[in-house]
């Protein structure tokens, strides 16, 4: 019963999440609440047990270089090395106008904002952290919660956009259909992970029942509903980025129906080259319209300006960064005063150009450790059986949100941060044990096979 009852926490926190982690700038209260649950259940999951084993998913050396990054934050340094550091000589000179001496600080140019900031990892650590446990929910029933939210986050972004209510935060974007989310590119982002992860899982679904012709057909025409009704919220979030990447993760899906097609390197190389520069020609010769290779109908936002404002930043604070949380004070130091109205730049609308505004060589040596652990395990995965499709979905949702980061910041959100956290576990997680024939099989709580190694990551 406590194995069955912790995973049953895991799963209603991890729909928690995804209802009130909606919003980066917004939804305080909301978050706290989060963090704050989150922070019981990491608790709860390294509370010494009789028996436990936890999976080893190989991302030790990424939380080594995310622990130092943190550190770093924090590490005062005196004042003849600090006002060398770039970005902090006028900074340093303000001490000096006021006739005083200046303090030891720290490497980040507002400490408690990078405190807070690494307060909205925890719901991310805490699912991550559970799901490692051997009575962690089943791969499955993970699945079902977050599709189950997304169906009713669809629902909810139709009416946003038809008649332009029922909207969940203050600060959103009215008129169109961000449903849980206070932006609609994140909704858009949501809904392609889901896609992925229940595409997959259906395929797999459906090819088990293959012998069950009229089971079989009633399956499929439900799941295709629910697969269309995620391509349908994807296009009705008003994300152009998210329907753009709706392609190539439905051709993925293609490919997951189809295990022993195989692709030779050069033409899996080639084809990501095309799509890559097809996705740039979209955007620099397309018809649609985007405020990323152009200026935005308000002045100073637009994504083109985030981006060169956000290269001038990053140019003055390199190698060593302002520090974690900065980014929307400092923004304000570079923006033209002109151009400056009643909508304010939260982020860079580009999450690698603000990692490295904020953490320097730091962020880059984290994000840099995690590729190494991604692109050969996703490498392998997609050129091997293709059989066990919760990998090949896991491994598919955080490519795709990798690439959105490029021209969004969908990580920001805890729901978001929260899914892919999930989805790395997912990656190197054994397939679900089958379902039992027997109703009292049916009952028993099933642990999975891992590794016993408590300690690693």
């Known amino acids: 019963?406590?194995?069955?009852?912790?995973?049953n926490a895991t799963l209603a926190y991890l729909a928690l999440v995804l209802v009130l982690g909606g919003a980066s700038a917004a939804g305080f209260g909301g978050n706290l609440l989060l963090q704050l649950l989150g922070a019981g259940l990491i608790a709860w999951t390294i509370w010494p047990r009789p028996e436990g084993e936890t999976l080893h998913t190989g991302l030790r050396g990424f939380f080594i270089a995310l622990g130092v990054l943190c550190a770093v934050q924090f590490l005062p340094l005196p004042p003849g090395l600090w006002q060398h550091l770039p970005g902090r000589e006028k900074v340093f000179e303000g001490f000096g106008l006021i006739g005083a001496e200046a303090p030891w600080l720290t490497l980040s140019l507002a400490p408690w904002k990078s405190l807070g900031s690494f307060t909205w990892w925890i719901p991310a650590l805490a699912l991550f952290m559970a799901m490692r446990t051997d009575d962690a929910p089943l791969s499955r029933h993970i699945i079902a919660v977050v599709t189950a939210v997304a169906v009713v986050s669809v629902a909810i972004s139709s009416v946003q956009a038809g008649a332009g209510s029922l909207y969940f935060y203050i600060v959103t974007n009215y008129g169109e259909g961000p449903g849980f989310f206070s932006n609609s590119n994140h909704?858009?982002?949501?809904?392609?992970?889901?896609?992925?992860?229940?595409?997959?899982w259906a395929i797999a679904e459906i090819r088990n029942n293959a012998g069950q012709v009229g089971k079989s057909a009633s399956i499929q025409a439900i799941y295709g509903g629910i697969a269309l009704l995620l391509a349908f919220g994807v296009i009705v979030s008003g994300s152009l980025a998210c329907q753009l990447l709706l392609g190539p993760v439905l051709l993925a899906l293609v490919l997951v129906a189809k295990?022993?097609?195989r692709l030779p390197a050069g033409a899996v190389l080639l084809a990501g080259l095309i799509l890559v520069a097809g996705f740039a020609a979209f955007l620099l010769f397309g018809p649609a319209a985007n405020d990323l290779t152009t200026k935005g109908t308000t002045a100073?936002?637009?994504?083109?300006?985030?981006?060169?404002?956000?290269?001038?930043?990053?140019?003055?604070?390199?190698?060593?960064?302002?520090?974690t949380g900065t980014f929307l004070e400092l923004y304000r130091w570079y923006e033209d005063p002109k151009l400056v109205g009643t909508t304010y730049v939260n982020h860079a609308h580009n999450d690698l150009l603000e990692l490295l505004i904020e953490n320097g060589v730091f962020g880059l040596a984290a994000l840099g450790l995690f590729l190494a652990?991604?692109?050969?395990?996703?490498?392998?995965?997609?050129?091997?059986?293709?059989?066990?499709?919760?990998?090949?979905?896991?491994?598919?949702?955080?490519?795709?949100?990798?690439?959105h980061s490029l021209v969004d910041y969908p990580l920001r959100t805890a729901a978001m941060s929260a899914l892919i956290a999930i989805?790395?576990?997912?990656?190197?997680?054994?397939?679900?044990?089958?379902r039992s024939r027997s109703r009292r099989g049916s009952n028993r709580p099933t642990r999975h096979a891992v590794h016993k190694e408590m300690i690693k990551i």
């Not at 019963?1 to 995973?7: I, K």
């Not at 909704?187 to 997959?200: I, K, N, R």
């Not at 989805?423 to 089958?434: E, G, S």
């Open 1 to 7: 019963m406590n194995l069955l009852t912790r995973a």
């Open 187 to 200: 909704q858009g982002s949501f809904l392609l992970v889901t896609l992925a992860l229940f595409g997959s």
């Open 259 to 261: 295990p022993d097609f």
């Open 300 to 323: 100073g936002i637009s994504r083109q300006e985030f981006l060169f404002t956000g290269l001038r930043i990053l140019g003055d604070f390199a190698p060593f960064g302002s520090g």
């Open 373 to 403: 652990w991604y692109l050969p395990r996703t490498w392998t995965l997609w050129g091997g059986a293709r059989r066990n499709v919760v990998p090949l979905a896991a491994s598919l949702a955080i490519g795709t949100v990798l690439v």
């Open 423 to 434: 989805a790395c576990v997912l990656m190197v997680r054994p397939a679900d044990p089958p």
